[in-house]
């Protein structure tokens, strides 16, 4: 964000933070807190879901028969999911501990911030449990390439197919 001659906040391209709307600051921030929260209900469902699965997977009989690698890859797995959730549920704690604290604004940014970060992890937390469930199924380079190709596939739409769209677009055009 850069400051224009009239003192608007700009973004990227130089247009106006809040070009496609008449809204103060603070209608801004609750708005962009209330799609934030949405994205994040569908992400923590699914985060919960396979993290909850992870845990289970040690007390299964197959995991004693397990390499050494393999359970590395489950240890580090867990420890990707544990990390993912605390950043996923990071913005919710941090909406209760700043509420009526007049910083909303600051609030959504930094929860924007942590909400792509947690993309970033839980990305790594399923392609490494892709990967440890594809080395029991296949051969070690088969499950790489699989997991390397489906993680690409990840990146594809969740960041760069988004990106692409945000630098390219042009308010207005349809």
């Excluded at 950043?87 to 942590?114: D, F, N, Q, W, Y």
């Excluded at 937390?125 to 499950?143: I, Y």
Aim: with cysteine; aromatic share 8%; charged share 20%.
């Amino acid at each position: 964000m850069t400051q224009s001659r009239g003192g608007d906040a700009e973004d990227h391209r130089g247009l106006p933070d809040d070009w496609e709307r008449d809204e103060t600051p603070e209608e801004r921030a609750d708005r962009r807190w209330g799609d934030l929260l949405q994205e994040l209900r569908v992400t923590q469902t699914g985060v919960q879901i396979l993290f909850g699965f992870l845990l289970t997977v040690v007390f299964q009989q197959r995991f004693t028969h397990l390499s050494g690698t393999e359970k590395n890859l489950y240890t580090v797995t867990v420890a990707l999911g544990a990390a993912t959730m605390a950043v996923l549920i990071g913005p919710v704690a941090m909406h209760r501990l700043l509420t009526g604290r007049r910083l909303k604004p600051e609030t959504v940014t930094l929860a924007s911030k942590l909400t792509v970060l947690g993309l970033v992890l839980l990305l790594c937390t399923m392609a490494s449990s892709l990967l440890l469930v594809l080395r029991l199924a296949n051969s070690g380079s088969t499950a790489a390439w699989l997991t390397g190709g489906i993680a690409l596939w990840f990146v594809l739409f969740w960041f760069v197919l988004p990106l692409w769209a945000r630098y390219r677009t042009v308010p207005g055009e349809e």
